[in-house]
């Protein structure tokens, strides 16, 4: 058994032998082994013991494993349970909590752009918004129910869409005629359950609100949709002894998933897995339905929270990429994933996923790009430093073995480093070797796309010597990730110093393409470009923020310049939690040699943002708190 662990050429490509006696002689007569040690996940250590010998082997290939390399199928999709009590089923919220994110608006295209990179990355269900929030977010849900609902690949996979909804008849109707075009539709419906929401929000009693839930979740089954999800807000704040009583009486009424939010954040994960425990003890009907989690990052404890749950018997875990959201944000997708992944077996019992994790880099630069939330370098897994290594003691022991200080290989969650890359690019190199290794990176561009990557890649090749990934993801996101042109920058010209104001000219070119030329003076060059886009937008905006970042080191890199901007009361939509009308933000971004360029690039693709969000106006809904279910 060991020698042919051993020469399996599919798990090392080499290995070294060595033998160690414990007693001065050796038996010449067979010893049987008495104990067999295998780890090849991380350790790449295998041991044989016997009273005689120790044999031990240690893997001389510093490579990392193949990536994505599945244990198990994902079990076929039944709403109310799950084949393989192992599989965890991973409900990506990016579009619906995550774009809840001050200045994470996004538009209908880049919703469905997402969702689409969700279901590459094999999330089992996508919530794809809030349809009664604007007419916009009910368009998006319903296209991508449409489209992403609809794909089934060669395995069978297709992702649940789901649509969220306040416990009453109007939200719930406008969920389920978004989603009802996919192939596996949900409705997320839910309702507070702690006693300040329902003393101070609600104003209503527990015996009220237990009528309203059971109802509601009747109602949608009603409409035809045979997958109802069911939220108490504030669980980790609610009575448990009604919380068994109000789980109890919606698994009657149909509900097939019980999802258990921490809204506010405030467990620890030592209580968050016992109120999972103490829910599949005490529910009546436990046993019919799948247990969910929905933890915020409030104190940083989400993902701890979300392991702890999923250890106590959860299997659907409520996330987003790069872990957006409300106020401190919900749990990391990519850290819930890969822990699990990680420590799935060791230390969680068996519990795996249906992620291919080759996407998650991609799936999270497009995020970062669509919403303008950048991630902090220290972020684990897809933050810049993730895989950076620069303490001498580090480096000295990556040089000598990867396994020294990285327990994932940047390979599994589809990262490519620079001074691993094979090929080198620069001003010789073709349209074939760029298309190649955006390929390796994960992007897929049509032939458009690519030619515009093409002449923004030379232009900047004849200007630096070597144009590293960081440079081409900067110009891909500039180009591919940017919203719908309402208005399109096409020339600027600026004149500053200490010798008088600053004069900006800048020329933009309308959705029609009729070119506008307008001049400002200002403060410095990025004012008075600003004011010269005012003046031909004439569409009132405040700056919120402005950052800018170099994408790689040297006087010659390429800048990348995100904003924050408000538009006017008129820009406003409805809190899927609260109910109420807030005034939105919006985000842009641009990148170029030039750092005014890039400015410029930013505030437009905001201003676009902003008033694509003005063509599709969100539709007034009451409030929850002041609405009387039917």
Known sequence: MASSLLRNPNLYSSTTITTTPFLPTFSSKPTPVSSFRFQPSHHRSISLRSQTLRLSCSISD???????????????YIPNRISDPNYVRIFDTTLRDGEQSPGATLTSKEKLDIARQLAKLGVDI??????????????????????????????????????????????????????????RPRIHTFIATSDIHLEHKLKKTKAEVIEIARNMVRFARSLGCEDVEFSPEDAGRSEREYLYEILGEVIKAGATTLNIPDTVGITLPSEFGQLITDLKANTPGIENVVISTHCQNDLGLSTANTLSGAHAGARQVEVTINGIGERAGNASLEEVVMAIKCRGDHVLGGLFTGIDTRHIIMTSKMVEEYTGMQTQPHKAIVGANAFAHES???????????????????????????????????????????????????????????????????TVAEQKKRVTDADII????????????????????????????????????????KEHVACSIGTGPVDSAYKAVD????????LLEYSMNAV?????AIATTRVLIRGSNKYSSTNAITGEEVQRTFSGTGAGM????????????????????????PTKIPSQKNRVPA
Not at 482 to 492: S, T, Y
Not at 535 to 542: D, F, M, Q, R, Y
């Open 62 to 76: 510093p490579s990392p494993l193949p990536p994505h390399t599945p244990r198990r199928r994902r079990p076929e």
């Open 126 to 183: 996508i919530e794809a918004g809030f349809p009664a929030a604007s007419k916009d977010d009910f368009e998006a849900v319903k296209t991508i129910a449409e489209t992403i609902g609809n794909t089934v690949d060669e395995n069978g996979y297709v992702p649940v869409i789901c649509g969220l909804s306040r416990c009453n008849k109007k939200d719930i109707e406008r969920a389920w005629d978004a989603v009802k075009y996919a192939k």
């Open 392 to 458: 001498g003691i580090h480096q000295d022991g990556m040089l000598k073995h990867k396994g020294t200080y990285e327990i994932i290989c940047p390979e599994e969650i589809g990262l490519e480093r620079s001074n691993d890359a094979g090929i080198v690019l620069g001003k010789l190199s073709g349209r074939h070797a760029l298309k190649d290794r955006l390929t390796e990176l994960g992007y897929q561009l049509d032939d458009e796309q690519l030619s515009t990557i093409f002449w923004r890649f030379k």
């Open 474 to 513: 900067a110009l891909v996101s500039d180009e591919v990730f940017q919203p719908e042109a309402v208005w399109k920058l096409l020339d600027i010209q600026i004149t500053c110093g200490t010798l008088g104001l600053s004069t900006a000219t800048v020329k933009l070119a309308d959705a029609d393409g």
């Open 535 to 542: 003046l031909i937008v004439k569409e009132p905006a405040t």
């Open 552 to 556: 790689t080191e040297g006087i010659d």
């Open 594 to 617: 030039d750092i005014v360029v890039s400015s410029v690039k930013a505030y437009v693709g905001a201003l676009n943002k902003m008033m694509d969000f003005k063509e599709n106006s």
